[in-house]
């Protein structure tokens, strides 16, 4: 699976983003996808994951009720619409799809193939 993510930006606070993971190679519908974010100085963390079929999501505490993943497979993409953001949601953000089972998982170990990263900055 290659992954491409693209839609990061230079937003003020109290916008708006919509980031893109296009898939390529093995059968996008196979995998639960995950986006993460790192911020400068800190590790990587969890932000939202969504399962094979998208009827099924999770977030990170701190997005819940801004971000919404969602995904097409028939367009083997994967987004993650981001709204009222913040300063602190500045960070490079990662798409990743996880080995099949189980899914939404938090944890970056259950994700074998990762995209080369977004920056999103939101400026106060």
């Known amino acids: 699976v290659q992954l491409q993510a693209s839609g990061g930006g230079l937003v003020q606070a109290g916008g708006s983003l919509r980031l893109s993971c296009a898939s390529s190679?093995?059968?996008?519908?196979?995998?639960?996808m995950g986006w993460f974010r790192q911020a400068p100085g800190k590790e990587r963390e969890f932000v939202a994951t969504i399962s094979r079929t998208g009827d099924s999501t999770r977030y990170a505490d701190p997005v819940k009720g801004r971000f919404t993943i969602s995904r097409d497979n028939a367009k083997n993409t994967v987004y993650l619409q981001m709204d009222s953001l913040k300063p602190e949601d500045t960070a490079v953000y990662y798409c990743?799809?996880?080995?099949?089972?189980?899914?939404?998982?938090?944890?970056?170990?259950?994700?074998?193939?990762w995209g080369q990263g977004t920056q999103v900055t939101v400026s106060s």
């Open positions: 990743a799809a996880d080995r099949g089972y189980p899914e939404l998982q938090r944890v970056e170990d259950s994700y074998d193939y």
């Open positions: 190679g093995r059968i996008f519908s196979r995998h639960g």
